[in-house]
């Protein structure tokens, strides 16, 4: 039996990645969960150790994995990075 995917119990399984970024200036938010997909926001305050926070690719796997060996889920795991989306496509003048 798979255990019910929620925010409350995605929260509480990634806590410890929470706690351990928020030394180095970031947190972990939990926007959405269900069986198949978790939306995950890492915020970044401006004072941020940006050295310290793992890259994009590494952290989504973490956390993944995280998830998966606490609740037992397969969900795939979305994570919004600012980090990411500044160096989005620039957008062309007119």
Not at 24 to 37: I, K, N, T, Y
Not at 54 to 64: Q, Y
Not at 65 to 74: C, E, H, V, W
Request: hydrophobic residues 45%; charged residues 25%.
């Amino acid at each position: 039996m798979t255990a019910t995917i929620d925010v409350p119990g995605v929260r509480m399984a990634i806590e410890p990645l929470a706690d351990a970024l928020r030394a180095d200036g970031a947190d972990l938010v939990v926007r959405d969960a269900d069986s198949q997909h978790i939306t995950i926001e890492l915020v970044v305050t401006d004072d941020a150790c940006a050295e310290c926070i793992l890259p994009k690719d590494v952290l989504e796997v973490t956390i993944e994995r995280t998830i998966g060996r606490s609740l037992g889920s397969t969900a795939r795991v979305n994570l919004v990075d600012p980090r990411s989306q500044s160096s989005a496509m620039p957008t062309m003048p007119e």
